[in-house]
């Protein structure tokens, strides 16, 4: 009797509220980033988290939040994290998110690209985490290749035994090409994957709402708004 009145209480007692996913945004505002880039990036991002299909997204899951951390990375030495880990629960937290994304000014201009770096820094992000998440998960944009400190294959084995997955949208159209670059030397984890968008930063707005989502449910596909691969554990 009195095992059946607590499998009761226990069945009707709410749920701890859990963190099911820790989402470290980096954008690239390495000299190859113009002022007119830097903002398809900035507003664009803020846009998606203005955007119904995402808030549901990260709604989804009734008792479960996503933290989330946007930063920016350019150079070995140039990191700016646009606010701390930022806890998204409801849709005045997103919107909140959004609006401090869109009074952000650009803290860098004129350095260059340093990919693994980027990835070390967000490492070190998680690290700082204020509680437990289910999944850690790298976005990073970028537009070139590394040139500049420690290259992303250097920071696969920490970012393999940390349990952190790095997504990538690439902008198309570099030499060195960073398609392939980011492809086979920077995107590591479970479930990793990449977006290409072809036609440059234009394209940048429309695929990191559809980036989002896919990151917020892993099993959802995106249909064919642009081309990606899985990538090896490793």
Known sequence: MIRALLLTLALAAPAEARCRLALALGMDISSSVNSWEYELQLYGLAAAFRDEAVIEAIL????????????????????????????????????????????????????????????????????????????????????????????????????????????????????????????DQVIVGPDAFHLIARNGFEDYPELIKGKLIRELNPPLLIGEAAEEEPAPTR
């Open 60 to 183: 989804s899951v009734p008792g479960q939040h996503v933290l989330v951390l946007p930063y920016e990375w350019s150079g070995q030495m140039q990191q700016d994290a646009i606010g701390g880990w930022t806890r998204l629960s409801s849709a005045e937290e997103i919107a909140a998110l959004a609006d401090r994304l869109s009074a952000h000014t650009r803290r860098y201009q004129n350095f260059s690209t340093g990919i693994g770096t980027a990835l070390e820094y967000a490492i070190r992000q998680f690290d700082r985490l204020p509680e437990r998440c289910d999944r850690h998960v790298i976005d990073l944009s970028g537009d070139g290749v590394d040139n500049d400190g420690r290259t992303a294959p250097e920071l696969h084995p920490r970012l393999i035994a940390a349990g952190i997955t790095v997504n990538a949208l690439v902008i198309a159209g570099g030499d060195p090409d960073p398609v392939s670059y980011y492809a």
